[in-house]
C-alpha cells in the first residue's frame, strides 16, 4: 500500500491532507475526528496544488528527521487506505468548502451506489414471495403437482411447505449479513438526512 | 375433559399472575418520563426484543389454533402457518430500518417526520385504536371460547369470569408497568412458548421413534382421510370464489403484519436501526423454528388423539394440542399447556392495549387535542387513564361479543390493518412525493373501505352462521376484504397526492429545506 520509493507527487490527496493536518502520529482517532481535521486542512489551504507543493517540499527538506518523516507518510497511507475501505464515498476528496455534502455524494455517485445496494435487497424477498404465492396457488389449481409423493408419505406439497420456512431462514440471516457489510456502510441518502431536518412536504 | 383437572392448574394459573404481577412492580418505570413507559427508553437489546417480538406474533391462535387447523385440515391447515412466516420478509425489507426513530412512539410520529402533524395524529389515532379494539377483543373471546373449550361443560360459567381476570390484570400490568411490563410477560411467555412448543414437539416425534414419515402415515391414518390427509383440498372447496377468498385472507395476512400498530410499536423499543433489524431477525428465526414444531404438534395430534376425538372434544379444533398434551404427559402435562396458552393471550392483550393506549394518549390527546403543549407528566396520567378505558370497554365488548367468530375478528384487524395504515406508511418512507391528502386520504379511505365491505360480506348477514341472519345485504361475496381494499388504500393514497403537488415541488431539497416552504396538501 505504500511504495517507498514513490514520489510525494504520486501520493493521494488523501495521504496529503493527512500529512498536513494537525493530528499526531502516534494517537489513535475516530472516523469522525480524523475526517474533520482532514476536512479542516483542506479549508485551511488555497487549494489541491498549495498542499502537494507544501508536502513536497516538507518531505525534501533537509533540516528534519528523515526517520520521523517516513513513519508520518506511513501512517497516513495507511490511515487513508482503511478509511478509503471502511467509507467507500469518502474517497481521497475530503468535502470541498463551499459543496455541500450532497453535492459530494452526488459527485462520488454514493447515492446511487445506496440506491442500488437497497433494491438488491429488496429483490431478495422476490424469491422468498414468489415461492409463497406459487404454494397458495398450487394448493387451488395444482392439486395434483401437490399430491405427486417424494418420499415416503412426503409428498411435493408438504416439502414445499417446508421449504418455504427454510427459505424464510435463510433469507433473514443472508439479508443481516448484507445488512451489516454492504448497507449500514453507506451513507445516509439524502432523502432521510432532509426528512430527519423536519422538512414537511 | 372433566371437572376434577379444573382444581389441578386453575391454582397454578393464579399463581403465575400474581409472580407476574410482582414482576411488574419491580420492572416498573422509574423515572416517570414519556420515552421510558412508552418503550423502555429504546434501551432493551436486539435478542431480547426479538423475543418479545416473537410473543407478540405468537397469539393463541398459534400456539392452539394452527396445530389444531393442520390436525382437522392436513396439508390446508399448514398453509395457515406459512403467511405470518413470510410476513417477516416484508416486515424486515421493507419496514423496519425505516420506521427506526429516537424518540418516537406511535405510527402518527412516523408518518408526522414528514407531513403536517395534526392531522395525521388523528388519522394514524383512529386507525390504530381501531386495530388494537378489534385485535383485543378477538384474543379476549378466544380466551373464553378457550375455557370453554378446556373445562367442557362445566367451563360454562367461567368464561365470561376468564375473560374479566385477563382484562383486569392486563390493565393493571400496563397502568403499573408501561412497557417495561408488557415486555417482560410478553418475554416470559415466549420463552416458555418456544420451550414448551419445542419439547413437545420432540416428545411427539420420539413416540415415532424420531421418523418423521411414520409420524405423517400415523397422521393419515388416523385422519379418517387417508392419503387425502396430506393433500390440498380438506379445508378450501372448488370453485373461483374459493380462490379468490383464499387469495384475499393470505394478502392480508402477508401485508398487514407490516401494519401491526403493536407490533410497530416495539421497533422503537432498542437503541438503532441495526438492533431493530436484529431483533426481527431473532423474532423471525424463532418463528420458522416454532412453526416446524406447530406442524409436528399438528400432524402429532392426528396420529396420537385421533381427528374424530378431537372434533368432538371441540369442532373448531382448538383443543387439539391440549388433548394431544393430555395422552403424552396425562393431566399435569394438561395444566402446563392450558397455563401457557392463557398466559399467551394475557401477554399479547397487554401489549396491543398499551399500544391502543399510548395511541389515545399521545397521538389524540397530545398532538390533536393539547397540540403538544401537554406536559411529560399530564401525557402520562392520560396514558393510564387512556389504559384504563381501553382495557375495560374492550373487556366489556369482548362479553358482549362473546359469540362472535375469533377468526373472523383477526382477519379484520389484519384486513383493516393492510389497508388503512400499510399504504401511508409505506407511502411515508419510499416516496418523497407523498403529501399529507394523500395520507389523509389513504387511512380513511382504507379503514372505511375495508369496515364496509366487511358490513357487506357473507359474514355480517345473508347466512345462516353470520351476524345478522335475519337480514340479508351481503352484496360483497368474500369473507376478506383485503383484496379490494388493500389496492383501494394504496390508490387513493397516490390519487391525493400526485395531481396536487404544485409546479414547485421537484426544486431541489435542501432549497426548500433552507428557504422554508410551507407545509401544504
Redesign the interface.
Known sequence: MYAENRSPQHDPLAVVVLYLSRLDHRSLYSDDQLLRAMNDCYASFGGRDDLSLRYVRLLSSRDTEAHALRERRVWASRVAADLARRHPSVHSVPVAPGT?S?DAHAMTGAARRARDARRR??L??VP??AL?VL??V????G?GF??LSV?????V??SL??L???V??A???W??RY??TSL?TLPES??TS???????? | MTPDRVTAYLPVFAGFLVCVLFLAVWAAPQRGTLSEFYVSDGRLTPAHNGLALFGDVMSAAALLGSPGLIALTG??G??SV??P??S???V???VV?RYHGKGQFTIGDRLA????PRAVHLAAGIATLFVCLVYLIAQLVGASALTVGILGPSGRGMEQGMTVVLGAFMILYIVLGGMGAATLVQTLKAVLLLAGGVSLAMAVLSRFDWD??AL??AA?GNSGHG?RF????LR?GDGGT??LE??SE?LAL?VGAAGLPHLLMRINTVPSR?DA??S??YA??MT?AF??AA?VLGFGAAALVGTDAIVADNPSGNTAVLLLAAELGGSFLLSLVACLAFATVLAVVAGVALTAAISLAHDIYGAVITRDTASAQRELFVTRVAAVAVGTSATVLALIARNLNVSFLIGLAFAVAASAIVPALLYSMFW?????RGALWSVYGGLATSVSLVGLSPEVSGDARALLPGLDFSVFPLHNPAIVSVPVGFLLGWLGSAPFRRAG?KA???D??TTGVP???
Open positions: 455541500t450532497r435487497a429488496l431478495a424477498g422468498v414471495v409463497y404454494i397458495i398450487s394448493a387451488n389449481a392439486r401437490m399430491a418420499a415416503g408419505p412426503l409428498n406439497g408438504l411447505g417446508l418455504q420456512l427454510v424464510v431462514a433469507c433473514v440471516l439479508y443481516g445488512a451489516d449500514d439524502s432523502g432532509a426528512e430527519e431536518l423536519g422538512y414537511r412536504p | 396439508f390446508d399448514t398453509l406459512l403467511g412466516a413470510v417477516w420478509i416484508v424486515l425489507l421493507l430500518e417526520r414528514r407531513l403536517r418423521a414419515g405423517l402415515n393419515a392419503e396430506l393433500q390440498p383440498g378450501f374459493t380462490m383464499s387469495a393470505q402477508l441495526r433489524r436484529r426481527v431477525q423471525a428465526l420458522c412453526y416446524v406442524g418523497r412525493g407523498f403529501t399529507t415541488w431541489p431539497l435542501a426548500r429545506v407545509p401544504r396538501g
